[in-house]
Each structure stands twice: as structure tokens, then as C-alpha cells.
Nanobody
Framework: QSQLVESGGGSVQPGGSLRLSCAASGFPGYYNIGWFRQAPGKKREGVACISSEGSNTGYADSVRGRFTISRDNAEKVVHLQMVALKPEDTGVYYC??????????????????????WGQGTQVTVSS
């Protein structure tokens, strides 16, 4: 059974850093990965994406230059390095798999991601 598990969330002060991980298991073939987040009372929004082999990445304008997505296919893990965190980065962060391998990878539309692939999420809280 295909599964994604997020980890690495926590509470940090503004300006701090966190590294999220999305560990994959059971997926046949290749897949893009997208990171999304949802803050209380707000719609889910796309944060970043990476193609199956890692050569294509995409970012939301709100995080470009502060977040970096990468993947290690040997370890079947995708990382989201977040620096210069802001209070508005607070939310539950989810990863999901795009089994159709859209090119370029899709940042801001969850419809392109397999609905059964979503992980349980990891909480990120940025507060002083």
C-alpha cells in the first residue's frame, strides 16, 4: 500500500528554520511530490513541488527564496528546508504524490495529486 509520512514539524521563533521530511513507501514507478499547507480557517495552499527525478522544482511566491525542496530517491524521501520562517508560515504541512508526473510539477493545485496519497501532516508553528 502506498503511503507518505511527514515529519520534522515543530515550534520555532520568527526567523528560525525547520526541515520537513516526506517519507514514501509502496509507490510503484515514479512520482512528483508536492508540499501543501493549511492554516486554521484558511484554504489549503501549495508550497513547493519537485519532479520525480528532481530536476524540476516549483515554489509559491510566498516562500520562494526561503524554502528549498529536494529529494533522495535512494532513500525515498523528499525534504523541505525552511529558513527565515514567518508567523504566516504556521500551519499543518502535507505532502502528496502526483503519479502522472506532470511537467513542470504543479505547485498550487491539489487536484493533480493522488487523493489517496496524502500524508497525515506535520504541524509547523512560528511564533514569538
Amino acid at each position: 500500500q502506498s503511503q507518505l509520512v511527514e515529519s520534522g514539524g515543530g515550534s520555532v521563533q520568527p526567523g528560525g528554520s525547520l526541515r520537513l521530511s516526506c517519507a514514501a513507501s509502496g509507490f510503484p514507478g515514479y512520482y512528483n511530490i508536492g508540499w501543501f499547507r493549511q492554516a486554521p480557517g484558511k484554504k489549503r495552499e501549495g508550497v513547493a513541488c519537485i519532479s520525480s527525478e528532481g530536476s524540476n522544482t516549483g515554489y509559491a511566491d510566498s516562500v520562494r527564496g526561503r524554502f528549498t525542496i529536494s529529494r533522495d530517491n535512494a532513500e525515498k524521501v523528499v525534504h523541505l528546508q525552511m529558513v527565515a520562517l514567518k508567523p504566516e508560515d504556521t500551519g499543518v504541512y502535507y505532502c502528496a504524490a502526483d503519479l502522472k508526473e506532470m511537467w513542470p510539477c504543479v505547485v498550487n493545485d491539489a487536484a493533480f495529486y493522488d487523493r489517496d496519497s496524502w500524508g497525515q501532516g506535520t504541524q509547523v508553528t512560528v511564533s514569538s
